[in-house]
């Protein structure tokens, strides 16, 4: 009986714990994508002299956009390899000129909605700092 006990007792201080760890991982991993995605943007601008534009988006650093204002200088192979989703499925979203700074990349979260906490946080590049 002392033993179902304690294994109880444990049971409720560590299963909080570890029922966390996921939500924390989705974040950490979209952090370092969209670090890596402004990585990308910032290149694409210093090679053609602006940002994508919201239209043309992030397809933009995979493929050569076809729309104004075309870029001179794109990069041969691109600046990614390929765009990452999200952890949760959905693509990264993508706005120039942003609303927090000179481009927004951002996902919405757990709940792909707007605004939220916890898991469903927005997560965006002005949030890395």
């Not at 076809?66 to 200088?73: E, I, S, W």
């Not at 600046?79 to 927004?104: I, K, T």
Request: hydrophobic share 45%; charged share 15%.
């Amino acid at each position: 009986m002392v033993v179902v006990v304690i294994l109880s007792i444990l049971a409720l201080v560590v299963v909080p714990r570890v029922i966390d760890r996921p939500d924390q991982a989705r974040a950490a991993r979209a952090k370092a994508d969209i670090a890596a995605i402004a990585s990308a943007v910032k290149l694409y601008r210093l090679d053609n002299y602006r940002y994508p534009t919201t239209e043309q988006g992030l397809a933009a650093l995979v493929q050569k956009p076809g729309g104004n204002p075309v870029p001179a200088n794109w990069a041969q192979n691109g600046y990614m390899d390929r765009l990452p989703q999200d952890p949760w499925g959905q693509p990264y979203n993508y706005l120039s000129p942003g609303v927090h700074g000179e481009f927004d990349i951002f996902s919405y979260g757990a709940n792909g909605a707007a605004g939220g906490s916890g898991a469903d946080a927005d997560i965006g590049s002005w949030t890395l700092q």
